[in-house]
């Protein structure tokens, strides 16, 4: 029986960050039930960058969320570093998502009483080897903006500070969740450059959400979803880099 291509290796050599089976979610609002996820089997590799497409509510937050530790299946499994993310204790959790997981989300969510270098230290003060503010805020070209306060950045340069701050901790992955979807087009492709340069140079597994089909060509897999399902699964042979795209 063929695996499906969610969790097909395409290279022996590969390593599988995560191993997520059977993911299943269930909200309950009262009498009613909201199926977020139904059965969702999918393998993440080391170093790749996956786009994950599909409309609002068809599962993909809800996923990532889980992913990273930020909430629970109803049931299912999420193998991690040799652990399961849905069974360990909430002390190794927080220490899984201080450690190994950076994420964007589509608002910025910085303080606005400090400096971009100040947000970003937020996160390396308390981080095992980080990089410092200034490397990774000139890693996602803001050398020059990064002692002015987050009122003083445009939207794009908000959303990289967040980038920054989110990579200077040195994640195995990172999960972001509609990066672009507050910025007009061509600062979302500042911001997916920044993106794509995080994944080549630094080798982070990348997974972005999105309900924006154009980004789908920069991607190495592009994972639909649809009413809490993964449907087709594409591989791009060869990766559109962020400038050639068009939404």
Not at 60 to 80: F, H, Q, R
Request: aromatic share 6%; charged share 25%.
């Amino acid at each position: 029986m063929n695996e499906p291509a969610s969790i097909r290796r395409r290279d022996t050599d590969e390593e599988v960050v995560f191993r997520a089976r059977g993911l299943t979610k269930v909200y309950r609002m009262g009498e009613v039930e909201v199926h977020a996820l139904r059965g969702v089997d999918l393998d993440l590799y080391r170093g790749e960058f996956v786009v994950l497409l599909g409309p609002s509510g068809s599962g993909k937050s809800t996923l990532l969320n889980i992913l990273g530790g930020l909430d629970a299946p109803t049931a299912g499994e999420v193998i991690c570093a040799g652990r399961d993310l849905v069974r360990i204790s909430e002390r190794e959790l927080t220490q899984f998502r201080r450690h190994y997981v950076g994420f964007v989300f589509q608002f910025y969510n910085l303080i606005p009483s400090l400096t971009a270098r100040e947000n970003v230290a937020v996160v390396t003060e308390i981080s095992t080897s980080p990089m410092a503010p200034e490397e990774a805020l000139e890693m996602v070209g803001l050398k020059e903006r990064m002692d002015h306060f987050p009122a003083q950045l445009s939207g794009g340069e908000q959303q990289r500070v967040a980038i920054a701050r989110a990579v200077a901790k040195r994640p195995q992955v990172l999960l972001c969740d509609e990066p672009t979807g507050a910025l007009d087009s061509k600062t979302g492709i500042i911001v997916l450059e920044v993106l794509e340069r995080v994944n080549r140079e630094l080798g982070t597994t990348t997974a972005v959400i999105t309900h924006n089909a154009g980004i789908a060509a920069m991607a190495d897999r592009v994972i639909h979803f649809s009413d809490g399902r993964i449907g087709q699964v594409e591989t791009n042979e060869q990766r559109v880099s962020p400038q050639e795209l068009h939404w």
